[in-house]
């Protein structure tokens, strides 16, 4: 909006801080603010800063958390296997004047030691500060102090790395590393404090100097274990390992391996080397009681780190849920540290279980047994069902079982009728029951199905009791229940015990033609307690319900089609009097979805694809996490969420749009009970400024770009920011939102074709970016074929191809390059070239001697290159004024370098006579030229005094 549209105070009406801003004319539509504010006085405490504005008679209050940046400091970086941690404080973010200004940094109960060379103060625009010039740098037995010689006026970043170990610890009780720092300076006249904290947390292997876990094979029924020790790579004169083997486990004879191991710097990082051989170490056994274990003693002092592995068997025994274990590391007679782990059974301590499902007038049962694989002998299985279930006996069969290695067990191939007997009977109080006990001492899993009859009217509740009993099974748990209701279509009618069929048929409430699938309907007695059947409608939209005696029952819908919402609020009665009762129940349209469209905030005609949002419900209290966190808008910018239950919601963006700015503001709407119109939201993004792209292209024709080439980008202290950067079919990355400062591209794999540049490519995001830093990366095809040139003279160049007189493309005819570092693609004449392209020649400012083009008489043209005045490795072609000896034709000479006479001059057999030339680069094509030029002169001065003779 243009200013002279409104006045800008910079008081409020009232005359408090603030503004005022008036419009000069009365307005209809609606405007938008933007302004920024800078802190008055430093800001020593994080908080909520308010912010007030009224317009007209609206009053509306913001806060906006505000971090304190007099001082700031945090850990990061932390290398398990140099035992490092690098350090970061933050001083002066609000730039006020800071005189006298001295830092503590102080390493509260010691465990930290300052790497000296590490430490460094930058400037914001990078500028380090130079020691004993703009500071002192005081060590101290646990810290240092800096003294700053100068004021400070600007944010300064202070970086540094210590050391870190648990033994230089006051109290090595505590885990973590405390590091304090504290600054003292004068402001206006006044001394001013500051002081923070930070911390290292270690992981856990730290912590513990080591490790300890285990995984289970049901399978094999072993336990795995694995004890690291010494992670902190600690000197231990006399490293001894006890450990005790618990719950009925039997350690596996022979199983004990030692393993070399060393940290790998990132966090809980172990990796196994080479097992040491039996003589490095000794195994004897322990007991504690009835409890045995063994003691691994190393036969040497040892100060690296090792993994010991062993294994125990639960075979032969009643497998529990949870197997505990403790290693216990010494040195000698003093103990280091416990290291302790548990192992979990899926289904270890079940013995029986059991589910049933019923199927119109029988039940399906499925007992489960034995999924722990506990070993039980004399395994029995006795089975009660309720009195109103007779047993179908001729459905019983007895399964074997698979287990899979995550311990789930599914059905196998029936089991051998000889291997258990079943027996029918009755208990000691009259009611049926069956016997099935296995002929020999069980270990693995198996699945008993069978069903029984339903004896029960509609509604009646039936139950089935199983036990298994067995051997050493006292205090276990082996009995379970199973309950079910039965649902009988005719249990609850009455009168003269005619039957009728009722068909509910449900339809669409805009369009009575469109029969509606997926309605669930039940019918009730009269007086809606009995739920005598439900039935979903079929594809004709139809629920039929046979069987019914004559007789008033309650019909409910308990489910609407999908899309719809339940039309029938409340129950509707229905009398069965005739044959067939028909009913038509409709059912309006349920939108209870939201569509959101992500539209560009400058033109929103452009919509934004792969947008990512969450979806928060608001619970009573607050918007809470349903599930929905990874929800993105599809190629038309749109995101739809069909079938949301009624409540308040928010969509929040947790990615924006490549190339966009995030805009997290929450985007509220609601859902209704009974809506029938999606509710329809947009959201905008601002373009991401911030940011940078790279475009990939052939070498000499940028309109070629390449897809397939990797990259690495880079921070300006060589961190790696983002690793396999991928260009895509067009040749591009695009990064979105990089801090402002230097950074590089580092190219680790080419297009294929192409030649790996080994060069950076340098960019920079400024403070105040305004568009996208656009960079391009160039790549030379890797071409094959072109003569062999010489290869004489001060320098270690080489594959440099000779003339190609053949050549109908004259790509890499290589020249000789004696002083080309590196040799590659000089090119020499290619008479025959009909594009002119890759022709080696002169290079006046190469140090390298890399894609010098050189003449070419027969493409005026071409890519043919001139003199090297300055090529300080030679061999390029063409003339080279600072090369008495340099080629007037440039075809395949090896130049010397500038100033030497003869060295270093090999000639082919295609080279023409050489001349001594002026120290003046002239191209010989140039030459050409202006003899051509004054010879068409000479021809004309001739014509036109012929002419006036005439």
Do not use: C
Request: hydrophobic residues 30%; negative net charge.
């Amino acid at each position: 909006m243009d200013s002279s549209e409104y006045t800008l105070a910079d008081k409020t009406i009232d005359g408090s801080h603030g503004f005022t801003v008036k419009f000069n004319k009365e307005i209809s539509s609606a405007y938008k603010i933007e302004y920024s504010t800078n802190p008055i006085e430093p800001i020593f405490n994080s908080g909520n800063a308010e912010n007030k504005v009224k317009s007209v008679e609206t009053e509306k209050t913001a806060t906006r958390y505000v971090q304190q940046v007099v001082l700031i400091k945090n850990s990061q970086n932390p290398n398990y296997k140099e035992k490092t941690v690098d350090w970061k404080i933050e001083l002066n973010g609000n730039s006020f004047k800071m005189e006298d200004l001295v830092l503590t940094d102080s390493f509260v109960n010691g465990g930290l030691e300052l790497v000296e060379d590490s430490f460094k103060i930058t400037k914001a625009n990078q500028e380090v500060l130079t020691k004993n010039t703009d500071y002192e740098l005081v060590l101290q037995e646990k810290g240092f102090t800096v003294k700053f010689l100068n004021p400070v006026e600007e944010k300064l970043i202070i970086t540094y790395t210590t050391k870190f170990n648990n033994d230089w610890k006051e109290d090595d009780s505590k885990p973590n590393f405390t590091n304090n720092a504290e600054i003292h300076w004068i402001e206006e006249g006044a001394p001013k404090e500051k002081t923070t904290t930070a911390e290292f947390k270690p992981d856990e292997y730290t912590t513990n100097n080591g490790y300890k876990n285990g995984s289970y094979n049901p399978i094999t029924k072993e336990i795995t274990w694995e004890i690291g020790i010494n992670y902190n790579l600690k000197s231990i004169s006399k490293a001894i390992i006890e450990d005790y083997i618990l719950q009925g486990q039997k350690l596996v004879d022979g199983s004990i391996e030692v393993f070399h191991a060393e940290p790998l710097g990132g966090k809980n990082e172990f990796s196994k080397g080479a097992k040491l051989s039996e003589d490095q170490f000794t195994v004897d056994t322990i007991e504690n009681g009835e409890t045995l274990g063994f003691k691994l003693a190393f036969n040497q002092s040892i100060n690296s780190g090792y993994i010991i592995t062993y294994k125990t068997t639960l075979d032969n025994q009643l497998i529990v849920e949870k197997y505990d274990n403790t290693a216990t590391l010494y040195d000698d007679t003093q103990k280091l540290t416990d290291l302790n782990a548990g192992v979990a059974v899926k289904h270890g301590g079940e013995y029986v279980n059991k589910d049933g499902l019923q199927d119109g007038k029988v039940i399906d049962w499925t007992v489960y047994i034995n999924r722990g694989q506990s070993t039980i002998a004399d395994a029995t299985i006795s089975d009660t069902p309720s009195e109103n279930l007779i047993l179908v006996e001729d459905s019983f069969v007895v399964y074997k079982t698979e287990v899979n290695q995550d311990g789930t067990i599914s059905k196998g191939d029936v089991l051998d009728s000889n291997a258990y007997t079943l027996e029918f009977t009755e208990n000691d109080e009259g009611k049926p029951t069956f016997k099935l006990s296995f002929n020999n001492t069980i270990e693995t899993a198996y699945m008993l199905e069978y069903q029984t009859y339903i004896n029960a009217q509609h509604g009646a509740t039936v139950s089935n009791k199983v036990k298994l009993n067995g051997a050493g099974l006292t205090t276990e748990v082996t009995e379970t229940s199973k309950s079910i209701v039965v649902r009988l279509s005719g249990g609850g009618g009455s009168g003269s015990g005619e039957t009728g069929q009722l068909v509910v048929t449900k339809v669409d409430a805009d369009n009575t033609e469109k029969l509606l699938p997926g309605a669930k309907f039940t019918l009730y007695d009269s007086e809606g307690k009995i739920p005598i059947k439900t039935v979903t409608t079929d594809e004709k939209g139809q629920a039929i319900f046979d069987g019914l005696l004559y007789d008033d029952y309650i019909l409910k819908e308990t489910a609407a089609p999908e899309g719809y919402f339940i039309e029938i609020q409340g129950e509707e009665k229905v009398t069965i009097d005739e044959p067939q009762v028909s009913v038509t129940v409709t059912n309006k349209k349920l939108h209870q979805a939201v569509e959101l469209t992500k539209l560009d905030a400058d033109d929103e005609s452009i919509t934004l694809a792969d947008a990512t949002f969450k979806l928060l419900r608001y619970n009573g209290t607050e918007y809470v996490d349903i599930g929905l966190t990874d929800l993105k808008t599809d190629a038309n910018g749109r995101l739809a969420i069909p079938n949301l239950q009624p409540g308040e919601y928010q969509l929040i963006e947790t990615v924006a749009p490549l190339g966009y700015e995030l805009d997290a503001t929450p985007i509220p709407f609601t859902i209704t009970e009974i809506q029938t119109e999606i509710v329809k939201v947009s959201h905008v993004n601002k373009k991401h400024i911030d940011a940078v792209e790279l475009t990939k292209v052939k070498k000499g024709d940028h309109s070629v770009t390449l897809a397939g080439a990797v990259f690495d980008l880079l921070d300006e202290y060589g961190n790696v920011i983002s690793k396999d950067l991928t260009t895509n079919n067009e040749g591009k990355i695009i990064i979105p939102a990089l801090q402002p400062g230097n950074y590089q591209f580092i190219e680790t794999k080419s297009p294929s074709g192409y030649r790996l540049s080994k060069d950076p490519l340098n960019f920079i995001i400024e403070n105040d970016q305004k568009e996208t830093v656009k960079v391009t990366f160039e790549n030379e095809v890797i071409r094959s074929g072109g003569g062999g040139g010489g290869n004489s003279g001060g320098g270690n160049g080489g594959n440099n191809g000779g003339n190609n007189p053949g050549d109908s493309d004259g790509n890499n005819g290589g020249g000789n390059n004696p002083g080309d570092s590196d040799g590659d693609n000089n090119g020499g004449n290619n008479p025959g070239d009909t594009d002119g392209n890759n022709n080696g020649g002169s290079n006046p400012g190469g140090s390298d001697g890399n894609n010098n083009n050189g003449n070419n008489p027969e493409k005026p043209n071409g890519n043919n290159g001139g003199g090297s005045s300055g090529d300080t490795n030679g061999n390029n072609g063409g003339k080279n004024p600072g090369k008495p000896n340099g080629n007037i034709n440039g075809n395949n000479n090896s130049g010397n370098s500038n100033g030497e006479v003869a060295a270093g001059n090999s000639n082919n057999s295609n080279s023409d006579t050489n001349y001594e030339l002026p120290k003046t680069a002239t191209n010989m094509y140039s030459l050409l030229v202006i003899g051509l030029l004054l010879l068409l002169s000479a021809f004309s001065i001739m014509f036109v005094t012929k002419l006036r003779n005439s």
